[in-house]
């Protein structure tokens, strides 16, 4: 069985920075998307940034410049830089994989709250 374990979340000021971190464990063969997703009240959960296997990234727009996803291979971890944070920030984030282990199937964290205050 696998397991994705965020961490990293909290409150900080807008202006400020955070890092969130999203370990994927159990009977791994292949990890091939690794991603970010968020959800603020009463809004759809969007996604933030990906990772693919051979590092190309793709962010949506209202983050780019200020987050920066990244993946360390050996331990099955994927990052997320968060810099310049806004109060549009505050959202629930997800961690999200593409993971093969005997069958190919998508994986999420249980999710970690970021709090940006004005």
């Known amino acids: 069985q696998v397991q994705l374990v965020e961490s990293g979340g909290g409150l900080v000021q807008a202006g400020g920075s955070l890092r969130l971190s999203c370990a994927a464990s159990g009977k791994i063969v292949n990890i091939n998307r690794m991603g970010w997703y968020r959800q603020a009240p009463g809004k759809q959960r969007e996604l933030v940034a990906v990772i693919n296997s051979g590092g190309s990234t793709n962010y949506v727009d209202s983050v780019k410049g200020r987050f920066t996803i990244s993946r360390d291979n050996a331990k099955n971890t994927v990052y997320l830089q968060m810099n310049s944070l806004k109060p549009e920030d505050t959202a629930v984030y997800y961690c999200?994989?593409?993971?093969?282990?005997?069958?190919?199937?998508?994986?999420w964290g249980q999710g970690t709250q970021v709090t940006v205050s004005s």
């Open positions: 999200n994989a593409l993971i093969t282990t005997i069958l190919t199937s998508n994986y």
